[in-house]
């Protein structure tokens, strides 16, 4: 049913199953309420303007999740984590192990840790002074380093990028006095 | 898959690698959703030199064990 306005405008009820109404709006001012009530809605909207205002979202809904990146790919399986242990390593000496990002992947390291434990038991109350630190082998240089007495970690707010082809080198130094056990580790996601 | 290959080609969630006396590398890899964890041992690692080991004996995999390690 239709209702006319004095100024010649009119009211329009649509009642169908399918509708598409493509709107080109050119005005200066638009007031739109949608009221959408519909079990599905996919709603594409690309806003080019010089500027825009406040969005107010009412999310009104039985359950609706949202996820950190991490978390969501943890959820979808994409989770990634490496732990490389060295065992009786001596006074000031390194390891090493690498990854190499398989093609059409990216790796994304979230975090990094390291643990350092006497070798001998004679040693094990000592200071078990240690470090870590993550290379871009590649590219030949380093994403970050890790230092402590016993062990560490570090939970990195800005990702490490690391592109398909680039190999990622963790590297252990044990700092302490005597041999050392050090057990390295560094997680993210990987797609 | 050769376990080596799987562990290259990142087919996991969760690595850990051993440095063994030897040199050699014991990687064990898993993927969520499988059962059991796969393991490898390799010398000299992405290296061209680098050479696959037995991960129980430590001892080289000739080609002919390479074709019946093939899963």
């Known amino acids: ?191 | 898959m050769n376990e080596l290959k799987n562990y290259k080609k990142g087919n996991w969630n969760y690595a850990t690698v051993e440095r063994q006396s030897d040199g050699s590398l014991l990687i064990t890899t898993h993927k969520e959703g499988q059962v059991k964890a796969r393991k490898c041992r390799v010398k000299n690692l992405y290296q061209s030199n680098e050479e696959e080991l037995d991960v129980e004996s430590g001892k080289p995999i000739t080609k002919r064990d390479k074709r019946h390690s093939l899963s």
């Open chain 1, 1 to 191: 049913m239709t209702t006319d306005y004095p100024d010649w405008s009119r009211l329009i009820q649509v009642i169908g199953s399918d509708i598409m109404i493509p709107i080109d709006i050119q005005g200066a001012y638009i007031m739109m309420p949608v009221d959408i009530q519909a079990q599905y809605v996919n709603l594409n909207i690309d806003i080019v303007a010089q500027t825009v205002g406040d969005i107010n979202i009412d999310i009104d809904a039985q359950s609706v999740g949202i996820y950190l990146t991490a978390d969501w790919n943890v959820l979808q399986g994409n989770a990634k984590s490496v732990v490389f242990g060295s065992s009786n390593l001596a006074s000031f000496a390194q390891d090493y192990a690498d990854y190499e990002v398989n093609a059409n992947k990216t790796f994304w390291i979230t975090q990094v840790s390291f643990e350092v434990n006497a070798y001998a038991s004679e040693d094990a109350d000592k200071h078990q002074m240690g470090s870590v630190y993550l290379k871009n082998q590649t590219a030949g240089i380093i994403f970050c380093q890790l230092g402590g007495n016993g062990g560490g970690a570090m939970t990195l707010t800005a990702p490490i990028k690391v592109t398909a082809g680039q190999t990622v080198r963790v590297v252990v130094t044990n700092k302490a006095n005597h041999a050392a056990n050090i057990v390295a580790n560094y997680a993210g996601f990987e797609l």
